[in-house]
């Protein structure tokens, strides 16, 4: 590393070295500027395509603070957000379920997963959507009667279908993070007299969610670009708010691209937030593991993480 | 004192087809301290979980303090109990583990109040000041907010049995404490058993720590093959063993 004849240490060199009198010369890279300048060159022209195409780019800045955009994308975090909910609740719930020592509620939680994870979500969004064509009338006996068209509305149908469906998905995740927990830990909390629902929330869950955690934040995720699947089922989110405005207004690229932008910017908030919680649930793992597992996931900072390895 | 607080009938249990157990009697008095000895794979440790229930007896009966584990009986019949009933056997058996199971997401305080606050209900003030006592007495004093992580082998152990302790239980089932620690570290927590064994405590250790139980045990047992050969005094039992599976066993670990 010092000077290149370094493998064959004469006097001098080796004097050299003690007194500190040498210059580091350190590994050029032109491959890599190279490379740089080429990727350059080639978003350049991309972003010159996309400024000269017939986009009215005054109208994307104009329509992306419109009313309508705009509460149609608070519909949207709000179906994400109650539809995750649902599904973590469900996830959850099945989770524990197929883990029973009763092969009954083991089977009918392998059933649904099975059911709603081998179907498209499009699909099933439209089955919740028409489900009055199979039950016309809800009856719940003495406290309510009514149509179902009147209680499952789009809206209602978009939170079955995602949440729903979320769920069957959240129970294999939750399932892992239970399973991932030593079986000592369960043994521990037996011999403190803790009952199965005590270390189930007290003990296992919370070691199980520094495995669940980070899914979820990638499921939120996809959960805010899942949500747009609405639009099919007429539910006012973002998406169906802004073809409705371009049947009118005919302006569609500029508005899909009002939508492309709010919802990167929903995506870039949630994975700040994941890794904010991410930090959070990391406490109490051995430290060197929980620093370096987490990295902003943008690409801030070093690209590579040899760390992980190094921990164990 | 001479009454039996531990009482064993008998204990046959099975793994997979293979028996691991075959008839075992045990009986310790209250504040005795049990050594069992035995080569790996002798049953010792599956004893022991069978005690506190942590494994299901196929045949016997395991009393402590008049209560039979896991059953009740009732007119000749030996009723299984709900787990909420075990539970509540099971918090009057203080158990360490060879793997300290100590809860990673919690400070060593935490893991030691999660019993009394959680399970017996106790005011979280008043289960901290004793915690905080019990870790002073297994010379933690001053690493109660640390995490199972920050702490070494030893260190980790003493949280365990402070957190045991903090049950008040009945009787105290060591499970090779020492087996997982760094060579070094064995003698901190071994030190903290001895004064825990002075202070009057009823336990039942499995070891292979043989200088311990010399030391410490009231009585020592020898398991080999699911069958405890030998008990008696350390004295006796270290000095002449009779049997000749434990003979050899003895001759090994002491050689």
Redesign the interface.
């Known amino acids: 590393m010092a000077s290149e004849a370094a493998s064959s240490p004469q006097r001098v060199e080796v004097e050299a070295l003690r007194q500190r009198s040498y210059k580091i010369v350190r590994l050029r890279h032109p491959g890599r500027w190279a490379a740089g300048v080429v990727v350059l060159v080639l978003l350049g022209l991309l972003v010159r395509a996309f400024a000269n195409g017939q986009i009215r780019w005054g109208m994307v800045g104009q329509f992306l603070t419109a009313d309508v955009i705009v509460r149609g994308f608070g519909t949207t975090l709000l179906i994400s957000a109650l539809a995750m909910l649902i599904g973590l609740t469900l996830g959850t719930i099945f989770a524990v379920m197929r883990l029973s020592a009763n092969p009954v509620t083991r089977f009918v939680a392998w059933l649904y997963v099975w059911v709603f994870r081998g179907t498209p979500v499009l699909l099933q969004l439209l089955i919740w959507f028409n489900i009055a064509l199979v039950f016309p009338r809800l009856v719940i006996p003495g406290i309510y009667t009514g149509r179902v068209v009147d209680v499952v509305t789009p809206f209602v149908a978009a939170l079955l279908g995602l949440g729903i469906n979320e769920g069957a998905y959240m129970t294999e995740v939750v399932r892992g993070g239970i399973n991932s927990v ?1 079986q ?2 369960t ?2 909390a ?7 629902f ?1 270390t189930l929330r ?2 296992i869950l ?2 199980a969610m520094r495995l669940i955690v980070p899914v979820l934040g990638n499921s939120a995720i996809g959960m805010l670009k899942f949500s747009s699947l609405a639009a099919a089922i007429s539910c006012t989110e973002m998406l169906n708010a802004a073809q409705q405005v371009y049947f009118v207004n005919g302006a569609v690229i500029e508005l899909l691209f009002v939508c492309a932008i709010w919802y990167l910017g929903g995506t870039t908030v949630l994975s700040v937030v994941q890794y904010f919680i991410e930090k959070r649930y990391g ?5 060197t593991r929980s620093r370096s597992l987490f990295k902003l996931p943008f690409g801030l900072g070093s690209a590579n993480t040899p760390a992980l390895e190094k921990a164990q | 004192m001479t009454n039996t607080i531990v009482k064993a009938i008998n204990i046959h249990k099975k793994f997979a087809g293979s028996e691991v157990l075959r008839g075992v009697d045990l009986e310790v008095r209250n504040g005795e301290v049990l050594c069992i000895l035995g080569p790996s794979g002798s049953g010792k440790s599956t004893l022991l979980r069978c005690l506190n229930h942590l494994e299901t007896v196929d045949d016997g009966v395991v009393w402590i303090d008049g209560q039979i584990i896991g059953y009740e009986m009732r007119n000749g019949i030996l009723k299984e109990l709900p787990p909420r009933k075990v539970r509540r056997q099971q918090r009057e058996i203080g158990m360490v583990f060879q793997h300290f199971n100590l809860f990673p997401h919690m400070t060593a305080l935490e893991n030691v109040i999660e019993g009394p606050v959680i399970v017996r209900k106790e005011p979280r003030a008043s289960a901290i000041a004793r915690a905080e006592k019990l870790l002073a007495s297994v010379g933690l004093g001053d690493r109660g907010n640390a995490y199972p992580a920050q702490l070494s082998g030893g260190q980790k152990q003493r949280v365990a049995i402070a957190r045991a302790l903090a049950m008040n239980p009945k009787v105290m089932l060591f499970d090779e404490p020492t087996s997982a620690l760094d060579p070094e570290l064995v003698g901190e927590v071994l030190d903290v058993m001895r004064e825990l064994a002075a202070s009057g405590t009823t336990m039942i250790v499995v070891t292979h720590e043989i200088g311990f139980a010399r030391e410490v045990a009231d009585r020592v047992a020898i398991m080999v093959d699911g069958e405890i050969r030998e008990m008696g005094p350390p004295a006796e039992v270290l000095a002449n063993p009779t049997d000749p599976r434990v003979r050899s066993f003895l001759a090994r670990v002491l050689a």
């Open positions: 030593d000592g830990q043994e521990a037996n011999t403190l007299g803790m009952s199965r005590q007290r003990i919370p070691q406490k109490g793992a051995s430290q």
